[in-house]
């Protein structure tokens, strides 16, 4: 089955996409196009997805840069193919030849370019690595090589929206001491429960952090199966695992 690749005009010319699930080698609870090593999948058919990966990049597949992610506010600026993987939660670069790639699976995928100066980003934004500022960080690194912030433009992917995403009032509460306009993200849900507008959050992030454009794909992982990965829907379904979706971006 031929790669499903979600891209958006706003980052052309620059090579890009959102891959989806279809084209890949998994199989069961992972069929298609699992990208994670991190799940429990045969790691050799992740590195046959991952290969088809980077061919549709157009980089060697040691040239599909990724990181160890863990929810921070951590940025990666790379001048060379990694050799392993840092923890971290974003990357930067203005090399050449070098495919940014970011892991979700109900998470936020965001890729950002300056084209004009040459300068590339991708960022893991779920809720607590937004909260804590890994897209303002994305950015201020960014600028570090030359990028200016009204001319970066941000695309957020497949993430999970607002109408799957309950959560509780410890929740709730971390975003109110962070700042009480917060509030509206939130829509009331049953009982105690609240429905979360993640993108919606992403999108004020990346604004606040100077973007001259941020925008979402509007597709969201938990509410269609057949072409995303979801952490939310696997854990309800009581599968075992999930796969890894994959975003990527190179100069």
């Known amino acids: 089955m031929t790669l499903e690749i979600l891209t958006s005009d706003c980052l052309a010319p620059l090579r890009h996409g959102f891959f989806t699930?279809?084209?890949?080698?998994?199989?069961?609870?992972f069929t298609g196009l699992n990208c994670g090593y991190g799940?429990?999948?045969?790691?050799?058919i992740v590195t046959i997805n991952r290969a088809r990966v980077a061919e549709a990049m157009g980089v060697h597949p040691d040239h599909l840069a990724?990181?160890?992610?863990?929810h921070s506010a951590n940025v990666i600026t790379l001048d060379a193919p990694l050799n392993e993987r840092p923890r971290a939660d974003a990357m930067v670069t203005a090399t050449p030849g070098i495919a940014l790639s970011i892991l979700t699976?109900?998470?936020?995928?965001v890729l950002l370019a300056d084209s004009q100066a040459g300068v590339i980003g991708a960022a893991h934004a779920g809720w607590r690595g937004a909260l804590d500022g890994v897209l303002q960080a994305t950015v201020d690194a960014m600028q570090a090589l030359g990028a200016t912030p009204a001319n970066i433009k941000a695309v957020i992917g497949p993430t999970i929206s607002q109408q799957s995403y309950e959560v509780g009032p410890e929740f709730f509460?971390?975003?109110?001491?962070?700042g009480q306009e917060y509030a509206r993200y939130f829509a009331q849900?049953?009982?105690?429960?609240?429905?979360?507008?993640?993108?919606?959050?992403?999108?004020?992030r990346l604004r606040a952090a100077g973007v001259g454009h941020a925008?979402?794909?509007r597709h969201c992982t938990y509410s269609d199966p057949v072409r995303f990965y979801s952490y939310r829907r696997a854990t309800?379904?009581?599968?075992?695992?999930?796969?890894?979706?994959?975003?990527?971006?190179?100069?």
């Open 105 to 109: 699976a109900d998470c936020q995928p």
């Open 173 to 178: 509460e971390d975003f109110m001491a962070e």
């Open 39 to 44: 799940s429990s999948d045969q790691q050799d």
């Open 215 to 217: 925008e979402w794909t």
């Open 66 to 70: 990724g990181v160890h992610q863990v």
């Open 21 to 29: 699930r279809r084209g890949g080698a998994s199989s069961g609870i």
């Open 236 to 251: 309800h379904a009581k599968e075992a695992d999930y796969g890894r979706l994959i975003a990527a971006i190179t100069l």
């Open 189 to 204: 849900g049953t009982g105690d429960r609240m429905m979360f507008d993640l993108p919606g959050f992403g999108l004020n």
